[in-house]
């Protein structure tokens, strides 16, 4: 039976048409949900690691990272009010620096970036299920099969019904993560550990090149909120939406890394804290026993559950739009006549998903591409000068404060990401560049087909 549009939504609702449905509250909890996964539950470790054990440094780290992703998504705000299309990034860079680049982002998306993600997702999703549920190798798989296409289903049945979806995922991940911030608060007894460690002994020029190393996997945790951008084309008021939600939600999520930190170091001390790999399972341990470890791996299955379906709510959009212009499968950019979502962009998504999770070869495809990601990150946010310039009698609702030091400092440092990685795994690189040259062919037939007659 198909679902009553709501009032919002059966005023803008034409067949064939992708329909205005999120407000202000599922924009926060779309970003929220969408940059909270598995990262803040194992990274904190690999970072203070990185910093040699430095307390100080490691919350620098957090700290910078929050305010990159800040100033990305401050001024990726300003160019949702100014184009609220679906698609986001792939339209700021389709209509300031062209369709080659706008697709070849499209392209890496489905190919590894969107894809990957999904897959990464469902295959950790069975992975923590086993810690409560014991599963088999088939029942794992099964699982992640299983968990993609519940979430394909409930995304191809309505915005709303994904949205609200990742409504209450988010806000179960949210108060169950303060829940364990807060037992690890209370009951952690090594403070009088935390001072000594503030800063490194040898206080060398290589603590820089350490910190910048570190700044990969704590970007990594704060990835996702770029997301959000891909509904501006289902957004209600955008105007005013987008500034908002964009402001509050990465503040909130940098606060909430940051409390999560001090509560590891709190059960566990720097130097316990950076020789685990499961820091959160190994805090909770620490302050309630080896039983409490379940408890840490609902949490998880349910913040991993929730970035998995932030990614199938926002990511076929990009899709959709590429189908759009000509440039991808026509079908794709079909919208459902009944629940007015782009229902084949949405199941292509997560069938190539599933294939990649059956695979098992997600992880290169994310390592290879990850920097590639922040390439289009660092674009997307240069694409407010160009935007400025070639369209002043654009809206000016909302414009991007501390222009033009805002965007400039976002682009320096996605360059700066991606030259680190480029110096220091050269091969990776090489790789993910080789992946998304495999984009341009494609480019140029479906290009060639847009000029055909008929």
């Known amino acids: 039976m198909a679902r009553k549009l709501s009032g919002a939504e059966s005023q803008s609702a034409t067949p064939g048409k992708l329909v205005r449905t999120l407000g202000l509250r599922d924009l926060v909890l779309l970003v929220i949900g969408s940059v909270i996964g598995s990262g803040i539950f194992l990274v904190p470790s690999v970072i203070l690691r990185q910093v040699d054990n430095s307390v100080g440094l490691a919350a620098l780290v957090w700290i910078a990272g929050g305010l990159l992703s800040w100033l990305g998504a401050m001024t990726y705000a300003e160019l949702a009010v100014a184009k609220p299309e679906s698609g986001g990034l792939y339209v700021y860079i389709r209509d300031c620096f062209g369709s080659l680049p706008a697709f070849l ?3 890496s998306m489905f190919l ?3 894809s990957g993600t999904v897959a990464s997702l469902a295959v950790a999703f069975s992975n923590y299920l086993n810690a409560v549920v014991p599963l088999n190798f088939w029942e794992a798989k099964m699982v992640s099969i299983l968990v993609i296409g519940v979430v394909v289903a409930v995304n191809v049945r309505g915005t709303r019904s994904g949205s609200d979806l990742q409504n209450w995922t988010t806000l179960i991940k949210i108060l169950l993560t303060l829940g364990v911030c807060a037992v690890l608060l209370l ?11 503030l800063w490194p002994g040898n206080r060398s ?21 770029q997301f959000v951008t891909y509904t501006a084309g289902e957004t209600l008021e955008p105007q005013k939406n987008f500034p908002r939600a964009l402001f509050s939600s990465v503040l909130f999520v940098a606060g909430l890394y940051l409390l999560a930190n001090l ?27 080896p039983a409490a470890a379940k ?8 913040a991993v559950f929730s970035s998995l379906n932030s990614v199938l709510l926002t990511a076929p959009r990009v899709l959709y739009a590429m189908a759009s212009d000509g440039l991808f499968f026509r079908k794709l950019s079909e919208v459902h006549p009944v629940f007015h979502t782009p229902a084949y962009a949405i199941v292509a998504l997560g069938m190539w998903s599933v294939l990649l999770a059956c695979a098992g ?3 290169e495809l994310i390592k290879y591409t990850i920097f590639v990601a922040w390439i289009f990150y660092g674009l997307g946010a240069a694409s407010v000068f160009v935007h400025r310039t070639r369209f002043p009698s654009g809206s000016k609702s909302y414009l991007v404060p501390g222009y033009p030091w805002t965007p400039l400092v976002f682009v320096l440092s996605a360059f700066g990401l991606v030259v680190n990685v480029i110096i220091f795994t050269p091969r990776d690189a090489a790789i993910g560049v080789a992946m998304l040259a495999t984009g ?7 290009k060639t087909r847009q000029r055909r007659p008929g």
């Open 295 to 302: 408890l840490i791996a609902l949490t998880i299955l349910i």
């Open 205 to 225: 020029a290589s603590m820089v090149s350490k910190f910048g190393l570190a700044m990969v996997p704590v970007l990594w945790a704060y990835e996702g909120w």
């Open 105 to 107: 982002y499209g392209w």
């Open 361 to 363: 070869k997600f992880h």
């Open 263 to 289: 509560g590891y170091l709190a059960a566990l001390g720097p130097a316990r804290a950076a020789d685990t790999d499961t820091i959160a399972a190994s805090s909770f341990a620490a302050v309630l026993g």
């Open 440 to 446: 341009v062919p494609v480019y140029i037939f479906w």
């Open 112 to 114: 590894a970036i969107a």
């Open 187 to 197: 009951l952690g007894r090594e403070y009088s550990a935390i001072p000594s460690a």
